[in-house]
């Protein structure tokens, strides 16, 4: 086994720490900021700070005073936060510690979608009312432009309106957010609801906590008084458009999709697979077999609905990708259907399991091709499992 080093290396000697190999990332030493991103030769020049919006807000209301306050990083007793640096062959690590926030980025080497991104773990602990954020500060020509997505569907175009005040410039975040220009695309996932806005061109404000110890008139008439750790979760993407132009700005309108490599981090996330382990696949059993298999990238199982022990509603949902963008080595949603054709007896349905709609063409409904649908459509396929075990 090989063994590892622990070493100290004094602030005042030491240079910017990089991690990452596929996807990189540079932090100050003495403060431990992230101050740049790269991937594919491509570099984003960040300046990262916790800041906190005061006001007359509550756990239901968001009504900040005004612009965000800086949070300070330094202890009482002068001592910059402490960083540790973790780096091995599978992963690169760092931990930063600041006086109300634990910071915990990750970065797999590789190649893959899994070394694509970089995980931010977060750990708050708010001793003072308020709202806290984590602001990410870049150089991204976004203008006054952000995008978020409606509830893991469709992705929403918001521009930032400097006649409204600061709660009407930030928007609900339920999964995933980015900023991008012509050239580069920053993006970032969630595994839970956040609010996040861009109060200025380039900047990205992720509400990352809240404690308010007032009543707000809208159903918590008890103050917060504790103090418990908050954890959530960040993933950072950094994506190059193929051309100089994104494909929505060429058509005049805003409507935009992630990347199909952007998606699968989005999906690994919010549904993280677990691992089987077997002595090999045809120990496993028949009906086990049957979903070893990729599902296809532009399509998403949502949900398989109990109908009966031989049947079930498999309800799939279309996804948009941003073609410009990097691209996957999935397979084809047409392999996808093939293979499900071949495993199940699929006939296309309602949503409803209440609902019937028996096959009325002579033909195999299998054989033809479904109707052609559009990006976030969804689609509900009664299928009929075998009615015993195969070898």
Known sequence: MEKFSVKSIPRETCSDIMIGSEFRATFSCQTGRLTSVSRGGVTVRTM???VIFKGNSGVYLFRPEGPATAQTI????GDFPPILVVKGHVRD???VQYPNVELTYTIIHGKGVEASYMDIDIVT??????????????????????????NGM????HRYREKLQVQGNIFPMPTLAFIQDTQKRLTFLTDSPHGVGSLNPGWIDII???????YDKRGNPEPEKETLPTPSKLRVTLETFNSKTPSSKKLGY?????SEEASLAQQSLLNPGFILSAPSPSSLPFRLRQYMK????????VNLRYVSPSSALLIRRKLGFNCNLPRSTLPSAEEARLFLREQFSMVEGPLSPLQTRPATSEEDPLLNEPSPWQPMEIRTDHVTFPSRERA
């Open 294 to 301: 990729e599902f296809g990238r532009d399509e998403e199982l």
């Open 125 to 150: 602990r708010l001793y003072e009312d308020g709202e806290l954020s984590l602001r990410l500060e870049t150089d991204i020509q976004n203008g006054d432009s952000i995008f978020t997505d409606l």
């Open 93 to 95: 690590r760092v931990i």
């Open 48 to 50: 990262m700070s916790i």
């Open 74 to 77: 330094i202890y009482e007793n």
């Open 208 to 214: 990352i906590a809240n404690k308010w110890s007032v």
């Open 154 to 157: 469709s992705i929403q175009h």
């Open 254 to 258: 805003l409507t935009e999709y992630l």
